[in-house]
């Protein structure tokens, strides 16, 4: 089983600030990942898929980047919208299909 | 709109069962693997059962294999988790989505409450 390490747990960033979230792949992944937003009492969003493509409808301010085992979400310019908790999840050896244990994005 | 509406979460005693139910609509269902995620309270994501479009390829998570079945119904656009031999440890919101790899499609979840 593959499992996904974020980091940090937490991040306090001001609104208008960029924020950068980590997440770490226990073995390679290829460019097998996706990245998910969870705001409280919503189910999750897929945001980004395949490391780097935004899903459908997600604003230009959230870019992904990384392939193998090293995984960056960047956020360029916070909107109160976006504090939330986000979970990357790799899918290229599965089962299981492995999430990572969350960062929480909170106001600074 | 794509839609995923899950229903039959609710409260059960430890060894019961449950059977939960998601309605999708909006896409064409019988092309999407479908999926069972939960999410324990104040907990992270966590993959439960998947089933291919054709419903020829089933996986579980060690953590439920032999107590859960996932089956689906192509012609009701319908897909379904039987829960069996429920313990404590089951508790947490459930999530049917759609998959291409990645979760494309999410309901908004049904609660299940293991509790005596």
């Known amino acids: 089983e593959i499992v996904m390490t974020q980091s940090p747990a937490t991040l306090s960033v001001s609104p208008g600030e960029r924020a950068t979230l980590s997440c770490r792949a226990s073995?390679?992944?290829?460019?097998?990942l996706a990245w998910y937003q969870q705001k409280p009492g919503q189910a999750p969003r897929l945001l980004i898929y395949g490391a780097s493509t935004r899903a459908t409808g997600i604003p230009a301010r959230f870019s992904g980047s990384g392939s193998g085992t090293e995984f960056t979400l960047t956020i360029s310019s916070l909107q109160s919208e976006d504090f939330a908790v986000y979970y990357c999840?790799?899918?290229?050896?599965?089962?299981?299909?492995?999430f990572g244990q969350g960062t929480k994005l909170e106001i600074k | 709109e794509v839609q995923l509406v899950e229903s039959g979460g609710g409260l059960v005693k430890p060894g019961g069962s449950l059977r939960l139910s998601c309605a999708a609509s909006g896409f064409t269902f019988s092309s999407y693997s479908m999926n069972w995620v939960r999410q324990a309270p104040g907990k992270g994501l966590e993959w439960v059962s998947s089933?291919?479009?054709?419903?020829?390829?089933?996986y579980y998570a060690d953590s439920v294999k032999g107590r859960f079945t996932i089956s689906r119904d192509n012609a009701k656009n319908s897909l379904y988790l039987q829960m069996n031999s429920l313990r404590a440890e089951d508790t947490a919101v459930y999530y049917c989505?759609?998959?291409?790899?990645?979760?494309?499609?999410w309901g908004q979840g049904t609660l299940v409450t293991v509790s005596s």
């Open positions: 999840q790799q899918y290229n050896n599965w089962p299981p299909e492995t």
């Open positions: 989505a759609g998959d291409r790899g990645h979760f494309d499609y």
């Open positions: 073995q390679s992944v290829s460019s097998n």
């Open positions: 089933i291919s479009s054709s419903s020829s390829y089933i």
